[in-house]
């Protein structure tokens, strides 16, 4: 697979400013997400803390991630709609992250989990039945069950406090990834409604749940 020059960039951005926040912790401080810090102004951290990582084996698996799933999305959208897309879920996932823990005042993640995800729901979204190879399963998924899978298991994750995990970061970036996507491509409500419809069950069951105060 070939990487287009913009995935070339923002991979090259990812990896510039984790490695200067594994060696800076000032600087890593100073631009993580932070729920405190975004109380009293410093807004630049919901946009910053999507490029910084917590270790090079998260660095890896966020643009692992991005390097199969952002060719799909440039060879059908373009490169500007591309970068809208992985702007948007970035910030999506932050907001979420922000809304969940708003009393949480010394919560804090990083990682560019968000961005990532919402270009994955993206692809899935523009190539639904494009089968996935997961490492612990032998067989293709087809894109669009992983994706509501992925998700549902965000929504468990978010509930249960599972691991140490931004799950709300990564629900935000999908849900913005999905949104996103169909307003650039209003044509999937003619060619694919039955699978945009399906795609947006987990995002209508987090919206239940929430209102309904089980979240």
Request: glycine share 10%.
């Amino acid at each position: 697979m070939d990487l287009s020059l913009v995935t070339i960039i923002i991979i090259a951005a990812n990896v510039i400013v984790s490695y200067k926040g594994f060696g800076d912790y000032g600087f890593f401080e100073r631009y993580k997400f932070n729920v405190g810090g975004i109380k009293r102004g410093e807004q630049i951290r919901m946009f910053s803390s999507g490029f910084l990582h917590a270790d090079t084996m998260h660095l890896f698996l966020n643009m692992f991630t991005l390097y199969f799933f952002a060719d799909t999305v440039i060879k059908e959208l373009g490169n500007l709609h591309f970068i809208i897309i992985y702007i948007c879920s970035l910030i999506l996932g932050s907001l979420f992250s922000l809304f969940f823990h708003k009393d949480e005042y010394y919560y804090s993640a990083v990682g560019a989990s968000g961005a990532v995800t919402g270009v994955l729901y993206s692809s899935i979204l523009l190539d639904p039945t494009e089968p996935l190879y997961l490492m612990f399963i032998p067989i293709p998924i087809p894109g669009y069950i992983f994706g509501i899978g992925y998700l549902l298991y965000s929504i468990y994750g978010m509930k249960n406090r599972v691991g140490n995990i931004g799950h709300d970061a990564h629900f935000g970036g999908a849900a913005g990834g999905y949104l996103v996507t169909l307003i650039l491509a209003p044509y999937l409500l003619q060619t694919s409604l039955s699978m945009v419809l399906l795609l947006a069950v987990p995002i209508i069951i987090l919206y239940v749940m929430h209102k309904t105060g089980k979240l």
